[in-house]
């Protein structure tokens, strides 16, 4: 692990099978840091025998994104409390304008320099990873085509607002992974 960045969080945005889980195991064995994921702290609260890890595993089961409030209070955490000197690898993160707007707040005023990289796939390529791969249940095809709507309802006007702020890189996801790393870590050294 020779790599620097000027980062402290790096952030993998696209829709559900992008390979944003892919690109962060190979960004954090290339330059260190510490995999978070809104998408791992919901799978873990799905098994949770409460109310609350009812309600989560019942909206992730569906293919909805998980409240605001409760995305944003686990970033939030990540960033001041759990990994506040650590390099972050963030997935699943910042999927809804106004949580996308609290971790550019929040960077901004803990002068912690960030980058977005959005991997861009088709609809189309979505259905074929997510068939193929068959991971779970937010692979079958109702729940792929809930969290499309949810990407498209939401998770692409927080692309569009790290865009503004000048933080966001489009990347083709759509070619093999070693392809998509070479990319990325252009962005990153």
């Known amino acids: 692990m020779d790599n620097k960045t000027k980062y402290k969080s790096i952030v993998l945005m696209g829709k559900i099978a992008s390979g944003k889980g ?27 025998d409460s109310n609350f890890g009812r309600k989560v595993k019942q909206a992730y089961e ?68 997510s068939e193929a791969r068959s991971r779970d249940v937010v692979d079958t095809h109702k729940s792929v085509e809930k969290r499309l709507e949810e990407y498209h309802q939401h998770t692409a006007f927080s692309v569009e607002f790290f865009r503004q702020q000048g933080t966001l890189i489009d990347i083709d996801g759509s070619f093999t992974p070693e392809v998509v790393q070479e990319k990325i870590f252009s962005y990153l050294k």
């Open 22 to 48: 892919t690109q962060a195991k190979a960004i954090i064995a290339n330059f260190g840091g510490i995999f978070y994921s809104n998408g791992e702290k919901t799978r873990t609260a799905t098994k949770e």
């Open 62 to 129: 569906e293919g909805y994104l998980m409240p605001e409030w409760l995305a944003s209070y686990w970033m939030t955490h990540a960033l001041v409390s759990e990994h506040e000197h650590d390099l972050i690898v963030f997935e699943a993160v910042a999927k809804k304008p106004n949580e996308a707007e609290m971790f550019h707040k929040i960077h901004d005023w803990l002068d912690r320099p960030y980058i977005v990289l959005n991997l861009e796939v088709s609809d189309e390529v979505v259905r074929e990873r």
